[in-house]
């Protein structure tokens, strides 16, 4: 259907289309006009990425001046791969519709070398790293050139015939996702990796994850040369602050420490052996290096790159200082740094200090000054450059040491040290670890929001929407939450605050080991087993909590009487252990035995498998999932928030645990059609503060009268509301109401009712 | 006493949400919005009927009755059981109404096993005796659909190609405790015709609808027991033959009851009760084969000797209204036609907002006459007092 979206002729690829799907553009269209950032909430499985997909392109065609390229990050393959079918059947659309004068759009797809790599021996390897490993061992520029002295050495043909004629010979247009970039270069014999890599600097529609942008080690390599005119769509972006504060946080071991040891004397001999038959390459470093990294600067000044959190701009503007120079000189001077950080390991009790008093008592103690360190991981790349070095893999734990000191002596604020001597859970066993922990999401994410004219913020769970600008420092044009329009009322969300006994149920720390809490969640489990079809996913607080309940539910009988209706799987930390038993869960709930998942809110299970239909008719949260509290790294960064943006620690810690919550119960519910019950069993969701952190789609229909339930009360209500969701439901009863035609936006008073369906933050 | 406390005390049962079924109108009355309810209702499903098709006339039924621990449940008063069990014979009685040549038989299950309690067979006593006996055994364990599905097959796999064959399985549990893959079940029942509809007391389970989906049967869940009656009667009319169904003519022989007006005739054993140990079939009356003289105590039932098949003339012509079933009457409001209608059929002034016309004769009827009409009677009284219109509708069914 052909949609006016505000002036802008939008093709939208299906004959109906949800009302929130409407709204959502126009805010979206908003902000693309404004060139300015926005953040949307909306409920998962109402089409988001057709919307984000249909609306850009079509901007991007009336407007081919102004948005000339999109980048869409979302965080797993299979979210990628859903992305470029969506876009496969607009561009589909636009063929039918358009014939010859369709947009000419090239859109692909960018992984990592393991799920791109075509030369039958790499592609064998399953690890990720030992691909890459692989792959710099056949690519790598000065492999190449031995090749060319000695054809004996191998090289990867594909990424010679690349290298040879890909580069010239750009993509045809078209949507290519991971397998069709594959089929081309197995067609071409081009390496797809390497091809898809040099294609994204003239694609106009980009897939990729958060970490080609977002980690400066990696956007350095792949996302540098993007143009200013992009529009980026942060998908799924509802932890996009942890993401960030991963991407920039070190964490140091005394075995990461042993191993830089051998990495040093492993380089020295190379020098070593260098200077014996080459030393005319070292010279010419040291000239380059005497030079600085003006090269560098240049290009960022013309803005052709993006800026590298890593490599602040002042460094750029030196040379590199005297005294680490030389290849020598530089080794020595990581030598003495290495030996200043075993000392520091060395402690007894838990030190925390801010990255200035570490660089001074560095300077006190072995006379290393500031400047020096912040150009190690650039000195280190120039060097491992010079020295022609194959296995970069085995070099990894220099070149982190590196990073940290970059990092370290760059930011003054928004980075703690925490060096703790032992684990929490094993006081006894020294086991000495180095946090160099960032607490601002917003240095890793600044130039982004810096660089592109439109950053769109997106997810199904974004509540409280003003937290985000907050925590990520930028201003928004737009924020708006939708809900979900529903012909039936399809989502039965439910406080369950006590036991049949009347004792409330909650996780709070005093009250868990209760043997009535306890007992009455085991109560409430046994009931839905009884009553709920097929699949039930519960989530306990953390691993801890979830194996000391399992332990009293079997004492108490409990487990055997859910055994009596469900197959019982347990998720644990090993991942492969819990993808089996995800499975078998999955089986379960397909041959009507039905199944029940214990799982671990901010586990593997809760964040990207969906349990739509059947695999999951009931969500069931045990308590609040709120984050492990006495961590340092917690405190640290809670007390910079306070600091810096005024969130207040309970405020930022319930704000955490409520979109986790969300997150775990909206994995049941995966679209229109699909319908399921989330209980949220702990009396304290019922308070005002956790209600309203609930994202606006499920708060709609938590009802007061179904905010203080009792585990009867509770099976009651769901009783009622599974029959009336079993009821047939077609597509015609949708017609209307949650689905529209051409005809029916254009009424009057649809336009009024669309604007109830959402809110501005 | 130890009865009571089994059930448990009235204030230790559920809580009921009663005002929450009942829902106000826009001028804020109730009755409005439920009469409006009820006779859409009853309307849709006259209108759901379609001419001209085929229908699997014969029919062969199984009935899987659930008996796992899920039927002792009390949300059906008295209990799940006791409820299905009532409803259920009303069913039988029912079936047998409107399809007079058809079969039915019964299987129960629980604890994981299917027993068979009633084999198939035409008469409606014997079942509804075992469902009454049926009420006094205790419910529990898990139910497993494949094994009573298995069961169920492996008798239905042996009636001819040209019957239809049937089961409806009414499940109150949400579980299913199977030995083996399912699935594989499911496609055995697919290709060998048997339609399966289920109707499930609790909740849509998602194996139950792969079932009806894959074998063309109906799923639906209950809402309370007026809606459980309701889909039960669904099944009561005959479904569409499947394209696979065979299509012959089928020899039939008409046998007389012979009563034993003969002195000389001796008491003998009939066919259907050889097996049994006690005196039941013993006696000189009966129906004999008119092709092999071998005796019957019911009809219809296949010959066992000859394998014609029996029946009596009333049978089939009691089926054939399902062929041609009566048209619709046209639908109009009351003010159109003037004031103070009176409805043909039971001669009251018609209340209600619409009144309805048959098209042949243009008699006008009331709601709950045209109900009667369609559901009960399949021919129109004011078309029948004529010569002239019964001979028209009957040409019009025919075409």
New interface residues.
Partial sequence: MKLNIDGLLVYFPYDYIYPEQYMYMLELKKSLDAKGHCALEMPSGTGKTISLLSLIVAYMKANPLEVTKLIYCSRTVPELEKVVAELKNLMDYYEQQLGKGKPKILGLALSSRKNLCINPEVSQERDGKNVDALCHKLTASFVRANHKRDATVPVCSFYESYDAHGKEMPLPEGVYGLDELQEYGRKKGFCPYFLARHAITHANIVVYSYYYLLDPKIAEVVSKELSKNAVVVFDEAHNIDNVCIESMSIKITRRTLDKCQQNIDGLSKQIQRLKDCDAERLKTEYQKLVQGLRDANIARETDVILANPVLPDDVLKEAVPGNIRTAEHFLGFMKRFLEYMKIRLRVQHVVSESPPSFLKDCYQKVCIERKPLRFCAERLNSMMRTLELVEIHDFSALSLLCHFATLVSTYAKGFVLIIEPFDDRTPTISNPILHFSCMDASIAIKPVFDRFQTVVITSGTLSPLEMYPRILDFRPVTMATFTMTLARTCICPMVVSKGNDQVAMTSKYETREDVAVIRNYGNLLVEFC?????GIVCFFTSYIYMESTVAAWYEQGILDQVQ???LLFIETQDAAETSLALLNYQKA??????AVLLSVARGKVSEGIDFD??FG?AVIMFGIPYVYTQSKILKARLEYLRDQYQIRENDFLTFDAMRHAAQCVGRALRGKTDYGIMVFADKRFARADKRSKIPRWIQEYLKDGLCNLSV??A???S??F???????FSREDQLGLSLLTVEQLDQEDTKKKLQSRMQYV | MAEEEEKGYRWETEYERTWEAIQEDEKGSLQASVDDIISKAKKRKLLEKIKNVRLGMMRHLFLIIDMSEAMSDQDLKPTRLLSTLKLLEYFVEEYFDQNPISQLGIIITKNKRAEKVSELGGNPRRHITTLQSLADKVCHGEPSLQNSLELAHQTLRHMPGHASREVLVVMGSLTTCDPDNIISTISMLRDGNVRCSVIGLAAEVCVCKKLCKETHGSYSVILDECHFKDLLTQHVTPPPATASTESSLIRMGFPHHQLSADKEERPSMCMCHLDSKNSQGFSSTGYFCPQCKSKYCELPIECKACGLTLVSAPHLARSYHHLFPLDQFREIPTAQVGSNVLCFSCQTAVQELNVYICDNCERIYCLDCDLFIHETLHSCPGCASSRQTQQSAKMAGFS
């Fill in positions: 009884s009553i709920v079809p097929d009596k209706h469900k709930c397909e041959n009507g035995r039905g239909h059947h008719r009867d009360e099976v009651q209500v009783k009622r599974l029959r009336q969701m079993a009821q047939p």
